[in-house]
């Protein structure tokens, strides 16, 4: 609980979790408002037993925030002047909060079929894209704002219930130094990428772009890498990333911190299908 001078009023909802600061703001407040003759109605209201509301008000009492005067459990002028300050703070705090709080209420999606504006549709995410198809049900729906052909964007709104994210994997495929010049090595790559074209492919540094463009005709990301597969593991895209051995802790690196992408890493190998090395997730 931070302290603001002699009044010591709650700095924030973070500092009310210490024991005791709830209960004397609301304390305080009935106080304020109610003015009772007895405990028994604070008691009842906060849900306390008459003895903890006593004790409760003694501790006001003795930091001189609150008082018994002609019969009545009262604030002192310090008290009201420390309840609104305390109460003050908490709105600022709260409105603070919600300002960063981005709620969404409407939003366009790819439509998954041709729609008519005012229809249920059900939310989901197709190749990293949010997709609305017509008809409702679980995870996450809405209504159509506007009419659509299949292809097209939509607008829906009356968003309800949660569209599932799950994380793809980030596939990092690790070339040995020693094998740069080895003549098999594109071949190897190949191998190792396999044949779908699903998802992100990166390159992380010179010598993996140069070899990714001699082993497969993909487009291939160079920039941003790290940053790149892991927005793409949050929406459900799998990347595979090409990484020499020496840059690979730098690489795993910038995967590192909150939420990171289930990784797995595995090591090229010319002549040979590749060997499992590692795999976080």
């Avoid at 709830?22 to 109610?34: H, K, M, R, S």
């Avoid at 028994?40 to 306390?48: E, K, T």
């Avoid at 229809?119 to 704002?145: F, H, I, N, Q």
Wanted: proline share 7%; glycine share 14%; with cysteine.
């Amino acid at each position: 609980m931070a302290r603001g001078g002699a009044e010591g009023r709650p700095g924030g909802l973070a500092e009310l979790k210490r024991s005791g600061a709830v209960t004397a703001l609301l304390f305080l407040y009935e106080c304020g408002t109610q003015e009772p003759t007895q405990l028994q109605p604070i008691a009842d209201r906060l849900g306390l037993t008459v003895q903890a509301a006593s004790h409760q008000f003694r501790l006001l009492a003795a930091r001189g925030l609150a008082e018994l005067k002609d019969g009545r459990y009262r604030p002192t002028v310090a008290g009201v002047a420390w309840l609104h300050g305390a109460l003050g703070v908490l709105r600022d705090d709260v409105n603070g909060r919600l300002e960063r709080l981005h709620v969404v209420r409407s939003l366009r999606a790819v439509a998954g079929a041709d729609l008519t504006a005012g229809v249920p549709v059900r939310l989901e995410l197709k190749d990293g894209l949010l997709v609305a198809r017509p008809g409702g049900g679980g995870g996450s729906t809405g209504r159509s704002r506007t009419s659509a052909r299949r292809g097209g964007l939509v607008e829906v709104d009356r968003l309800e219930g949660i569209l599932p994210l799950t994380p793809a994997p980030v596939r990092v495929l690790v070339i040995p130094t020693a094998d740069l010049a080895a003549p098999g090595l594109p071949r190897a790559i190949g191998r190792g990428l396999g044949t779908g074209d699903a998802g992100v492919f990166a390159a992380q540094g010179l010598e993996a772009l140069h070899l990714a463009r001699r082993a497969s005709a993909r487009p291939w990301l160079r920039f941003g890498v790290a940053a790149a597969c892991r927005e793409a593991s949050r929406v459900g895209v799998p990347s595979t990333v090409l990484v020499l051995d020496s840059e690979l802790p730098h690489l795993l690196a910038a995967f590192g911190g909150p939420d990171p992408p289930p990784l797995e890493v595995s090591t090229v190998r010319v002549g040979a299908r590749g060997e499992r090395r590692a795999q976080r997730g």
